[in-house]
């Protein structure tokens, strides 16, 4: 292993400090103190790094095969890990002409979801054979964490083929019960769509790809799905609801009608993720879940989407859930604050109403 540079020891330092200080993200440009975020705020430590510095730092970090395409583009992304730190997920850019770095930590060893907290119904959702689970959520909602956690419950109890396919690879998985292979973009394959094509042949039980981004990833998963095949992903939406519409958007409108035929035949779940201030400290998720149940699936076969919100809503027994339901509990369990219930709700006023002793429902109010 080469000797690090005095710059990059100290880049390490850097981030192992943050690390044992609770941060989740490292922010470090040239000429401005560094920073860190830590439980959603923004601290500043007494340091300034030069531009001379950033370019030795970043020339240390960033993996051979991407830096001359970070000299002509500007910017990149990809994984930094420190032996008994983590990993970091990097994306190093210009602002202004000066060097950038942002970094997120993710520790190495995948979550556990019962020390994450998450509903049992997230047990039942990785368990299933076939089908397309996606994981909605802004950035920093903490979606690849959940999926990282359904993986290893996966790994831990159950004999499966797992491809996964990442932009960068941020958990690293132990193989268990099932054999693993983990595949970077532009490091083990060029691109998802290339990579999707290939896991098809490669033999597996579950694709996991790090994001959706495009008409061609969605079609490619929905073939996957539709011949047997688990596939999970991630995508920016706001609320389950909303996904299978944003889905669509994606394709041209004339293929819109048989790409919702087909999604309504393989989609298998949606979980959406906001990250909430716990009152003892910490951030905990709170999840709208959207199962395909027969109800669901025919809302979907006739883009009827209006009525997903409803069909959450009043699904509770078969495992579904709403943001203003999780918020409302999450409160009443002591978990969150009732500030941070309304805040993050979808309907700040129907939980409002709930704190009241009102229930909503498809059927009109309870209470």
Not at 320 to 340: A, D, P, R
């Amino acid at each position: 292993m080469a000797e690090l540079s005095e710059e990059q020891q100290y880049f390490n330092e850097i981030l192992k400090t943050g690390v044992s200080n609770g941060c989740s993200d490292v922010h470090i440009k040239a000429d401005s103190a560094a920073t860190y975020r830590i439980s959603t705020a923004l601290q500043s430590i007494d340091f300034v790094p030069t531009q001379e510095w950033m370019g030795k730092v970043i020339k240390g970090i960033c993996p051979p095969h991407l830096y001359p395409g970070l000299e002509s583009d500007r910017e990149t992304d990809f994984s930094y890990a420190i032996e008994g730190v983590g990993r970091f997920r990097t994306n190093v850019f210009q602002a202004l002409g000066k060097w950038c770095i942002v970094m997120r930590y993710v520790k190495s060893d995948p979550p556990n979801l019962e020390k994450l907290g998450l509903p049992d119904i997230l047990r039942t959702i990785a368990e299933t054979e076939r089908g397309i689970i996606l994981m909605a959520g802004t950035t920093g909602s903490g979606k690849s964490t959940t999926m990282a956690a359904m993986l290893e419950h996966i790994n831990t109890h159950f004999r499966r083929h797992i491809v996964t396919l990442e932009d960068p690879i941020e958990f690293v998985f132990s193989e268990n019960q099932c054999v693993i292979e983990q595949r970077e973009v532009t490091l083990d394959t060029m691109t998802f769509q290339r990579g999707l094509k290939s896991a098809l042949r490669q033999d597996p039980d579950i694709i996991m790809v790090g994001e959706m981004r495009d008409a061609i990833s969605f079609k490619a998963a929905i073939n996957a799905a539709d011949t047997g095949h688990m596939v999970m992903s991630t995508m920016h939406t706001t609320n389950a609801a909303s996904s299978p519409g944003r889905i669509l958007e994606y394709f041209p409108p004339e293929e819109r009608e048989s790409v919702r035929k087909q999604l309504a035949g393989t989609l298998y779940a949606i979980i959406c993720q906001r990250m909430c201030a716990k009152v003892d400290g910490g951030m905990v998720p709170a999840q709208e879940i959207f199962l395909n149940s027969p109800t669901m699936r025919k809302a979907l076969e006739d883009g009827e989407f209006g009525k997903i919100p409803a069909i959450i809503e009043g699904s509770r027994d078969e495992g579904m859930q709403s943001f203003n339901q999780c918020c409302y509990e999450l409160c009443m369990n002591g978990v969150i604050s009732k500030e941070t219930a309304l805040e993050k709700a979808t309907n700040a006023q129907a939980v409002a109403m709930m704190f009241e002793g009102i229930f909503l429902s498809g059927g009109g109010i309870t209470g």
